[in-house]
């Protein structure tokens, strides 16, 4: 008899998730997933991949800077994506049948960095479309509230669609300037989120190591940074696809882009994800 999987995740917070774009799991991870994943982290600080990318370099050396699709040669992260409770917990909350592996993205912030994140959605930058996707934010460190990740609650619903910026490129002057990368018929300048909080519903949360926010690839998202003297972000990130994700290029710029791994792999526009690329994780 095949065993069925307890759940993981209670039916308030998948009924959260499913209203709200994003809920915080307390304690999903324990210490040994923790330590673990903090070797990993070290491991891409000391040997970053060639996919690295600094966002931002500060005159006093402080950086932000993330590293992406680092789960195949880093063996915590491997471990950590094939055997933590991580996919049970994407598929319960996309109540999805299937989780698979999009990618994942190591994030890390100097001491005191103050840089924040421009506010965006994840899925309009990618070479998927679904509503079944997703982000797990888990921070290695203990976060205060004013450094966490924010989000816009409800707007993984919105029809309405917002130009939005080129990652290449975020400095004051260009996000004040440039033209958007995402960008189409009847997309509106993307709102002032941070000029009316209450409005628009900003949430986030205080976090400790084992906590993660989760949060669907269409819910607008930003901050982080602004952390106190001392405190450092060292975030691990892992992106997830449920049932109806499929594969679309688009025509403005993919951050991070796996365009050419899909067509290396034989994908075209449309077909599910292949789990050879991209392992489906859940059921295990
Ligand atoms: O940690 C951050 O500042 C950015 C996180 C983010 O945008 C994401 O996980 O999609």
């Not at 989000?151 to 004051?172: A, C, L, M, N, T």
């Not at 009316?196 to 989760?214: H, L, N, T």
């Not at 679309?248 to 951050?255: L, N």
């Amino acid at each position: 008899m095949p065993r069925i999987a307890e759940k993981l995740v209670q039916k308030t917070l998948i009924d959260e998730f499913d209203r709200n774009g994003a809920v915080c799991v307390r304690g999903a991870f324990d210490s040994a997933w923790i330590a673990e994943l903090r070797k990993g982290f070290q491991r891409v600080q000391e040997n970053p991949s060639p996919r690295a990318h600094e966002f931002v370099r500060n005159a006093d050396g402080k950086v932000f800077r993330s590293d992406p699709d680092n789960w195949e040669r880093i063996p915590e992260y491997r471990d950590f994506v094939y055997h933590s409770p991580c996919s049970q917990i994407a598929a319960e909350l996309m109540q999805s049948d299937k989780a698979n592996l999009f990618f994942d993205q190591s994030f890390y912030r100097s001491p005191g960095q103050q840089f924040r994140t421009p506010w965006h959605q994840d899925e309009p930058y990618w070479s998927i479309e679904g509503f079944q996707t997703m982000g797990i934010w888990m921070p290695l460190v203990p976060v205060e509230k004013k450094s966490s990740l924010e989000f816009i609650r409800g707007s993984h619903r919105w029809e309405q669609k917002y130009k939005q910026i080129d990652f290449d490129d975020v400095s004051p002057e260009a996000l004040k300037n440039a033209k958007a990368n995402l960008d189409g018929e009847g997309w509106e300048p993307l709102p002032d989120f941070d000029a009316d909080p209450e409005r628009w519903g900003i949430i986030s949360w205080e976090m400790e190591p084992g906590d993660c926010a989760v949060f669907n690839g269409r819910t607008y998202h930003g901050g982080s940074g602004r952390l106190s003297e001392g405190r450092d972000l060292s975030v691990y990130n892992t992106k997830w696809a449920g049932d109806d994700v499929r594969a679309a290029f688009r025509p403005w710029k993919m951050q991070p882009d796996h365009t050419g791994k899909m067509l290396a792999g034989g994908m075209k526009h449309g077909d599910a994800l292949d789990p050879k690329l991209f392992p489906q994780l859940w059921p295990r």
